[in-house]
């Protein structure tokens, strides 16, 4: 009787902490939503569409007056320094090079037989001077009028390529009326960019990436930025150099796509804006590791659609939860499903 008597109050005392036991309530995991860090760096860009361009121009203009009798060359054709372009008929100076040429003939001949005359006495020394005065002269006006017939043949002064004819055969033109542009072998990219995006932060000497026709991308830098309009539509010219090699295919008037590189984060990774917890200097994220939460600080960097440069960087591979921040704790058990699965 003893023994179960003591039994009895054993088992009295033991039945009410078991329901006391199994009255408390367990933790649950957190749900929350994770993503992947990124590693590579942010960039805040704008996207633009240029055109190619020569680096060098020039505007060759007619120098005589005359009639247009032949262009020697096809636009968008590329021509050696010294090519004849464009060749001009002046009758006036073709006829003044000849009455020119014919005194010439004459003066030189009297020079000569006065010099003959004077070595034997026969004429004064001073008429010999001026028989050599007048011979000079003539050479010098011929020479000043054959210079101009030759401006009746207009020359490529570099090598480059046609840009565009200003006038057709049979034309009459001016002194001073163009001809033709003539474009450099050098190419560059212009780019006409609205005044808000100056401001946003394109500026000379910041990266640009080019892509071209039939080409992959190429790395320049604004090398120019001049105004191009004024008023309520105010543009300025962005001019960005272009390496010979890499647009080696490139024609001029062909677009290509630009893109200015404005910022680069700094460090090497990212999370999305909705991980970052906390305010102020006092930030950080959890990382979401084997159903546990482990709060990360950090500092925060430059923010790109959505997404925010972060250090220092987390392991490679990491998670971070984007969802539910206000009720993790450093150790926290998690539920966690990825942003990627949509659930």
Request: aromatic share 4%; hydrophobic share 45%; glycine share 10%.
């Amino acid at each position: 009787m003893a023994l179960a008597l003591a039994g009895a109050i054993l088992l009295a005392t033991a039945l009410p902490g078991c329901r006391r036991e199994s009255a408390e309530p367990k933790t649950l995991p957190v749900a929350v939503r994770v993503s992947t860090v990124r590693t590579a760096p942010l960039q805040r860009t704008l996207d633009y569409l240029g055109t190619v361009a020569p680096a060098k121009q020039v505007l060759l203009a007619a120098r005589v007056q005359g009639t247009v009798t032949a262009l020697g060359a096809e636009e968008g054709e590329s021509v050696a320094e010294g090519r004849e372009l464009a060749s001009l008929h002046a009758p006036d100076l073709e006829a003044a090079v000849a009455r020119l040429r014919a005194d010439h003939v004459y003066w030189s001949r009297r020079r000569d037989e006065d010099e003959g005359l004077a070595a034997r006495g026969a004429v004064p020394q001073d008429q010999l001077e001026a028989s050599k005065r007048t011979a000079a002269a003539a050479a010098a006006a011929l020479a000043e009028a054959e210079a101009r017939l030759g401006w009746t043949r207009e020359r490529s002064p570099f090598p480059g390529s046609i840009l565009e004819w200003r006038v057709e055969a049979g034309q009459h033109v001016l002194p001073g009326q163009a001809l033709v542009l003539l474009g450099g072998l050098e190419i560059e990219v212009q780019v006409p960019v609205v005044a808000e995006d100056l401001r946003a932060g394109i500026k000379e000497g910041i990266p640009a990436f080019l892509t071209g026709p039939g080409s992959g991308t190429i790395m320049t830098t604004v090398q120019e930025v001049a105004p191009a309009a004024s008023g309520q539509g105010r543009t300025f010219a962005v001019t960005l150099p272009v390496p010979a090699v890499a647009g080696a295919d490139w024609r001029p008037g062909e677009p290509v796509r630009v893109r200015f590189s404005l910022e680069e984060s700094t460090g090497g990774a990212a999370v999305p804006s909705r991980a970052i917890a906390g305010r102020g200097d006092g930030k950080w994220i959890f990382l979401i590791e084997d159903g546990i939460a482990r709060r990360w600080e950090v500092a925060t960097g430059l923010e790109v659609d959505g997404w925010v440069s972060i250090a220092p960087a987390p392991p490679q591979g990491a998670v971070v939860a984007v969802t539910n921040l206000d009720r993790l704790s450093d150790g926290a058990a998690v539920f966690s499903v990825s942003e990627e699965a949509g659930s």
